[in-house]
T-cell receptor
Framework: GQQLNQSPQSMFIQEGEDVSMNCTSSSIFNTWLWYKQDPGEGPVLLIALYKAGELTSNGRLTAQFGITRKDSFLNISASIPSDVGIYFCAGQKFAGGGADGLTFGKGTHLIIQP | NAGVMQNPRHLVRRRGQEARLRCSPMKGHSHVYWYRQLPEEGLKFMVYLQKENIIDESGMPKERFSAEFPKEGPSILRIQQVVRGDSAAYFC??????????????FGPGTRLTVT
């Protein structure tokens, strides 16, 4: 089946630092989505990307859709304690001409050190 | 605006029993997706439904699992004769019909199934 390689697996950072994480795939995706999941909750959509090369921001978050359609990255600037959580990338192919199921990476655990 | 609703939030079943998980999509959304998440793992796609239709069930186990999204009422994921390996968090997501935003999936809080 499809796999997305997400890295790093975990990050230990100081409050105020910038964060960068990425996802790569061996196959092409037509949409990339980034989610954040807190313990015991469902994933929350952060950013959606639709076009190769697209760069989109949502507050302190910036994400880009790679030119090859096989990768995406997410940056968080000036991290704050509430940024702690697990970040997932997800790709979508819509092979059937419409929306279809997402393929998820294994997540990046973001931990902020006191 | 109510988000995606799932119930129950926690479900405990003994081996061999049936589990029924319910999902009500966001208002105005007509597409429903089910995913399973094992501890320390990402979510795995199971099935994609529209009202009264299964569009893609390529991620569903061949036996014991079924899903429906009737004309009226919530979507149901049904697991018959549960086994310990079915213990996981099950998430439902919904998206609107048509347009670019139809590719954005919004998730519910999940149902944590524990099989004893």
């Amino acid at each position: 089946g499809q796999q997305l390689n997400q890295s790093p697996q975990s990050m230990f950072i100081q409050e105020g630092e910038d964060v960068s994480m990425n996802c790569t795939s061996s196959s092409i995706f037509n949409t990339w989505l980034w989610y954040k999941q807190d313990p015991g909750e469902g994933p929350v959509l952060l950013i959606a990307l639709y076009k190769a090369g697209e760069l989109t921001s949502n507050g302190r978050l910036t994400a880009q859709f790679g030119i090859t359609r096989k990768d995406s990255f997410l940056n968080i600037s000036a991290s704050i304690p509430s940024d702690v959580g697990i970040y997932f990338c997800a790709g979508q192919k819509f092979a059937g001409g419409g929306a279809d199921g997402l393929t998820f990476g294994k997540g990046t655990h973001l931990i902020i050190q006191p | 605006n109510a988000g995606v609703m799932q119930n129950p939030r926690h479900l405990v079943r003994r081996r061999g029993q049936e589990a029924r998980l319910r999902c009500s999509p966001m208002k105005g959304h007509s597409h429903v997706y089910w995913y399973r998440q094992l501890p320390e793992e990402g979510l795995k796609f199971m099935v994609y439904l529209q009202k009264e239709n299964i569009i893609d069930e390529s991620g569903m186990p061949k036996e014991r699992f079924s899903a429906e999204f009737p004309k009226e009422g919530p979507s149901i994921l049904r697991i018959q004769q549960v086994v310990r390996g079915d213990s996981a968090a099950y998430f439902c997501a919904s998206s609107p019909r048509g347009g670019k935003s139809s590719y954005e999936q919004y998730f519910g809080p999940g149902t944590r199934l524990t099989v004893t």
